[in-house]
């Protein structure tokens, strides 16, 4: 008990008995959380706020996302086009854009490299672990995989036919997104 007396000394606070409410803290001292909230006043955040994103991500008139790339920290991020905002890859409101993004999953198991740009998805049915696994490939090698999840419905419309291509957006940690050739062409098109 030698330490915490020595602290409460220092504070200013003093011992307090059983029943006893606490001491009120010095006027001089500034605890953590009082820092911590000053500095976040007027501070607007860089993502596109939850409440805003049900509006905003919706199909466009001509079909495509109202959505473009945009280089941040490194890395390539999806921005919605009236405010800038940024959007995560794992939204859930890109599946119905028509845009499949994910956090690459199982990156230390395999020798494949992030880097920015094309990647090729390929389908594992005979994958042990998960009948609908799709595999990222960069450059030839294997990246990792879809989550389970969204390989599921990625594996359907791989299965289908239908063309979808990849891209990776982030090499720290790796993340990915797909979609037909032509929603990729309009998300480039600010570059």
Do not use: C
């Amino acid at each position: 008990m030698g330490l915490l007396k020595s602290i409460r000394e220092v504070l200013g606070i003093g011992s307090r008995g059983p029943g006893e409410a606490p001491a009120r803290r010095p006027p001089d001292v500034t605890y953590r959380a009082e820092l911590v909230s000053a500095q976040h006043e007027g501070y607007e955040s860089v993502y596109l706020s939850t409440e805003r994103q049900a509006e905003l991500l919706a199909p466009r008139a001509d079909g495509l996302p109202p959505l473009h790339l945009v280089r941040h920290a490194g890395a390539l991020w999806l921005a919605e086009d009236t405010t800038g905002k940024l959007i995560n890859v794992d939204n859930r409101y890109l599946r119905r854009l028509g845009i499949f993004g994910v956090k690459v999953r199982g990156t230390p198991y395999y020798t494949g490299r992030a880097r920015l740009g094309p990647a090729a998805l390929v389908r594992e049915p005979d994958n042990p672990h998960d009948p609908n696994a799709v595999a990222i490939h960069v450059g030839g090698e294997m990246l990792g995989h879809y989550n389970k999840g969204m390989a599921r419905s990625l594996a359907k419309r791989l299965d289908a036919g239908e063309p979808l291509q990849a891209v990776v957006i982030s090499t720290d940690p790796a993340k990915v997104i797909s979609a037909p050739s032509d929603i990729l062409r309009h998300l480039y098109r600010t570059f």
